[in-house]
């Protein structure tokens, strides 16, 4: 199983960035899929999080701002991160069924 990330990059704060996450090698859907983030000196935290039903759940510093999705025809999950702030500067990875995207950054300059 392959997850290959892409997204990401330097913007200033209240702009919009979108990450994208192909699964290769694995049913997708079969299982929930997770967007996480590791902050410099800090431990990585789950971002968000959907289900195999398509439920999704969202920690409450991102509620409103970010949207998590996945198309199934591409197996490819998305995470929509609008109004970003500095706060959000933070290494990105995807998660599906054990296996890890590559981080990617994000910076958000103020």
């Known amino acids: 199983v392959q997850l290959q990330a892409s997204g990401g990059g330097l913007v200033q704060a209240g702009e919009s960035l979108r990450f994208s996450c192909a699964v290769s090698?694995?049913?997708?859907?079969?299982?929930?899929m997770g967007w996480y983030r590791q902050a410099p000196g800090k431990s990585r935290e789950l971002v968000a999080t959907?289900?195999?039903?398509?439920?999704?759940n969202y920690v409450d510093a991102v509620k409103g701002r970010f949207t998590f999705s996945r198309d199934t025809v591409k197996k490819t999950m998305y995470l929509q991160m609008n109004s970003l702030k500095p706060e959000d500067t933070a290494v990105y990875y995807c998660?599906?069924?054990?296996?890890w995207g590559q981080g990617t950054l994000v910076t958000v300059s103020s």
């Open positions: 998660y599906y069924w054990g296996y």
């Open positions: 090698g694995s049913i997708f859907g079969a299982y929930s």
């Open positions: 959907i289900s195999n039903d398509g439920t999704t």
